[in-house]
Structures are given as structure tokens and as C-alpha cells.
């Protein structure tokens, strides 16, 4: 079935450090990829969502860049702050509104 | 705007009873939700898909004639995890898609403990 691969599963930075998560998707025909934040025991926050007609996205400290080509979407942090610790999950959609989640990035900024 | 609200929070039930929690969304209209279960340290595992008005369709591996699903409303499903065990205890979450749009939005959870 499709899938999507998130990697790293788990990373630590310093504060005011950059941080950079990836994900590859397998359906070609998924044209709308979401980032979800999700802190402990609450719900996943859309953060940032990007449709295949564009290259890359950017909302303040956040960005997320696309390869089509490569099935390859990634989600950029600058200036990483202790809040940004959290659960990140990255999302290709798959049919009609149907997700596939990627399995995850735990971050900790450290201060 | 896209709000989801989720109920009960928490609930905590003797093996064997049914437990039923509710997904409203509050400021759109939702033609579709999801149902997913999440495991601790784990990604979200959809369950279910709800269409208001049709038969839910299930993901391969989860029992239809266990976790009850019914979308009578635009704005209202329902899950019903009947006869539950340890086993299901988890946290379950509802997402919503707004009429015409890509974006699911996810209600608070519904943490189940089952003794």
C-alpha cells in the first residue's frame, strides 16, 4: 500500500538552531502534503501544508520545500525555540481527503 | 475558525462494556471525518473513514462490528467501541474536513482505559 517515510525519528538541537525533518512519499498521484505539530497527550496542529504546485512554502520561522520529481517534502525550522519541542508528523494525502501519516519526529530544542 | 470538539476526554470502563465518544465539528460542516488510534510514541493509525449519510469504510485489520461508527449529521460522528478489553485501551482521535476542502482539522482526543 502507500506509505510515507519520515525521517529522523527523533532530534535534539540548540536553541536559536536550525532543524530540518524529511519525508518521501510513494503515491505520485498525492498533491497535498500538511505538518502536523503534536505536544504531549494533545491534538495534532496543523503548522504548515504545501499542494504540488509549489516548490516551497514559508510562514514566519517555518518552511516546507517539495520535490515532486523526487517524492521528497521537507519541513524547515529556524531559530528553534524550547516551545518547538514537540511530535512532528508529516502527511501526503492519498484518494479523496484520506491521510497517510509519516511515522513521526520527536524534537527537543534544548536551551 | 475549523474547530473540533471531542467527547468524553477521558474515560475509564470495566472490560466487556461499550463506551461510545462523539466528534462535533463546531464552526463548518463536515461531509467527512477520520478516526484514528493512537498508541503511545506512535503515529496516528486511521481507523475509519465517515461519510455523513453512508456506511463508514474501515482500513484493513479493524473490526467493523467493534468500533461502531455513525455520521448522522454534518457536524456529528460517533464511535462506539462495543464490548471493549484492555486491548483497546488507547487514545483516540477524530479529524473533520470542511466542505470542499483538503485540510483535516483534529478534536482534543479521547483517552480510554479499559480495566
Known amino acids: 500500500g502507500e506509505n510515507v517515510e519520515q525521517h529522523p525519528s527523533t532530534l535534539s538541537v540548540q536553541e536559536g538552531d536550525s532543524a530540518v525533518i524529511k519525508c518521501t512519499y510513494s503515491?505520485?498521484?498525492?498533491?497535498?502534503f500538511p505538518w502536523y505539530k503534536q505536544e504531549l497527550g494533545k491534538r495534532p496542529q496543523l503548522i504548515i501544508d504545501?499542494?504540488?504546485?509549489?516548490g516551497e512554502k514559508k510562514d514566519q520561522r517555518i518552511a516546507v520545500t517539495l520535490n515532486k520529481t523526487a517524492k521528497h517534502f521537507s519541513l524547515h525550522i529556524t531559530e528553534t525555540q524550547p516551545e518547538d519541542s514537540a511530535v512532528y508528523f508529516c502527511?501526503?494525502?492519498?484518494?479523496?481527503?484520506?491521510?497517510?501519516f509519516g511515522t513521526g519526529t520527536r524534537l527537543k530544542v534544548l536551551a | 475558525g475549523a474547530v473540533v470538539s471531542q467527547h468524553p476526554s477521558w474515560v475509564i470502563c470495566k472490560s466487556g462494556t461499550s463506551v461510545k465518544i462523539e466528534c462535533r465539528s463546531l464552526?463548518?460542516?463536515?461531509?467527512?471525518m477520520f478516526w484514528y488510534r493512537q498508541f503511545p510514541k506512535q503515529s496516528l493509525m486511521l481507523m475509519a473513514t465517515?461519510?455523513?449519510?453512508?456506511?463508514?469504510?474501515?482500513e484493513q485489520g479493524v473490526e467493523k462490528d467493534k468500533f461502531l461508527i455513525n455520521h448522522a449529521s454534518l457536524t456529528l460522528s460517533t464511535l462506539t467501541v462495543t464490548s471493549a478489553h484492555p486491548e483497546d485501551s488507547s487514545f483516540y482521535i477524530c479529524s473533520a474536513v470542511d466542505r470542499g476542502q483538503e485540510t483535516q482539522y483534529f478534536g482534543p482526543g479521547t483517552r480510554l482505559l479499559v480495566l
Open positions: 502527511a501526503a494525502i492519498s484518494g479523496t481527503y484520506k491521510y497517510i
Open positions: 464552526d463548518f460542516q463536515a461531509t467527512t
Open positions: 503515491d505520485s498521484a498525492s498533491n497535498y
Open positions: 504545501i499542494r504540488s504546485n509549489v
Open positions: 465517515s461519510n455523513e449519510g453512508s456506511k463508514a469504510t474501515y
